[in-house]
């Protein structure tokens, strides 16, 4: 079992950047592919960004692909998102995801954070 707690949301205007944090405990976090999701209000929860245990492969929605940046520190046991050139299309929660199976499906994940919030405003 893993817990996961995200950090580093907040409020930002179109074009800043933001990086967010996910603190793994328990388990240890490179025994898990770790994913990126996101949810906006009165939106299903989509695919953001995901990473291999050993960090050799990630993947990106279309959305944000040239612009995300997803990494991990196993000896941290903490994954990242950096986000850069944010839009107002990218304000949602944000949350940090664990589980055995690489996938880009929310619902093939186990292990979730809290969340946390990030809004770009216009």
């Known amino acids: 079992q893993v817990q996961l707690v995200e950090s580093g949301g907040g409020l930002v205007q179109a074009g800043d950047s933001l990086r967010l944090s996910c603190a793994a405990s328990?388990?240890?976090?490179?025994?898990?592919?770790l994913g990126w999701f996101r949810q906006a209000p009165g939106k299903e929860r989509e695919f953001v960004a995901v990473i291999s245990r050993g960090g050799g492969r990630s993947d990106y929605a279309d959305s944000v692909k040239g612009r995300f940046t997803i990494s991990r520190d196993n000896a941290k046991n903490t994954v990242y998102l950096q986000m850069n050139s944010l839009k107002p299309d990218d304000t949602a929660v944000y949350y940090c995801?664990?589980?055995?199976?690489?996938?880009?499906?929310?619902?093939?994940?186990?292990?979730w954070g809290q969340g946390t919030q990030v809004t770009v405003s216009s």
């Open positions: 995801a664990a589980d055995v199976n690489y996938s880009q499906t929310y619902t093939r994940y186990r292990y």
């Open positions: 328990g388990r240890t976090s490179s025994t898990y592919v």
